[in-house]
């Protein structure tokens, strides 16, 4: 399969909490990034992390990457109803351009 | 930022027909473009590199008959999808990597094509 693996596969919260979404890939990397859509709609580009990078900051985001472990994180600080969307981690391996998405966490926020 | 566009954003056809979808890069060119798949609830499926000048690059599982991808300029891709049937209905997405070299791990990508078959 071209995905790595996302879990939780959906997540549901109140808003004000924290949402954590997890990621696994399976190659070496050059990069890892994160993406949002929100349903029936084109990407948006929310993070992007290099592999000699642990960890990065972007307004309420927060990812984590761990290259032994070919997993990253993202979370999501007091989050708001308007973050309900699918989240995408996405890998660009080492062999060239190409990126290769994980499955995708579902997230949903109550207001 | 850079832009890619898609036409059209959406298209409804008969089974049996062919459909093409542009892709197209407004303000930067683009050697390499890549089109995704993507159907109701799942991810992003890549699908084919395209490469101008050269022949398409089909991920497994891909048919190249079925699915014709033309890069005949440095800012155009062109994804048909021939002979359409209901299955083929999906969410088409195109992306561009950047060329500028402060940029290259950055992929800018379009806004989809949604694809109806009937």
Redesign the interface.
């Known amino acids: 399969s ?2 790595g693996e996302e879990d939780p596969q959906a997540l549901s919260i109140q808003e004000g909490e924290n949402a954590t979404m997890n990621c696994s890939y399976k190659t070496s990397i ?2 890892l ?1 994160w ?1 949002r859509q929100n349903s ?4 948006v ?1 929310l993070i ?1 992390i ?1 592999s000699n990078e642990r960890e990065k900051h972007s307004g309420r985001l927060r990812v984590t990457l761990d290259t032994s472990k070919k997993s990253s994180s993202l979370l999501i600080t007091a989050s708001r109803a308007a973050d309900t969307a699918s989240y ?1 981690c996405a890998t ?1 391996d080492t062999g060239g ?8 966490t ?1 997230l949903f926020v109550k207001a | 930022g850079a832009v890619v566009s898609q036409h059209p954003s959406w298209v409804i056809c008969k089974s049996g027909t062919s459909v093409k979808i542009e892709c197209r890069s407004l303000d930067f060119q683009a050697t390499t473009m890549f089109w995704y798949r993507q159907f109701p609830k799942q991810s992003l499926m890549l699908m084919a590199t395209s490469n101008e000048g050269s022949k398409a690059t089909y991920e497994q599982g891909v048919e190249k008959d079925k699915f014709l991808i033309n890069h005949a300029s440095l800012t155009l891709s062109t994804l048909t999808v021939t002979s359409a049937h209901p299955e083929d209905s999906s969410f088409y997405i195109c992306s561009a990597p950047s060329t500028r070299t402060s940029l290259r791990d950055t992929q800018y990508f379009g806004p989809g094509t949604r694809l109806t078959v009937l």
């Open positions: 071209q995905q050059n990069n990034q993406y029936g709609r084109g990407l580009h992007l290099r995408y660009d351009f190409k990126t290769i998405f994980g499955a995708g579902r």
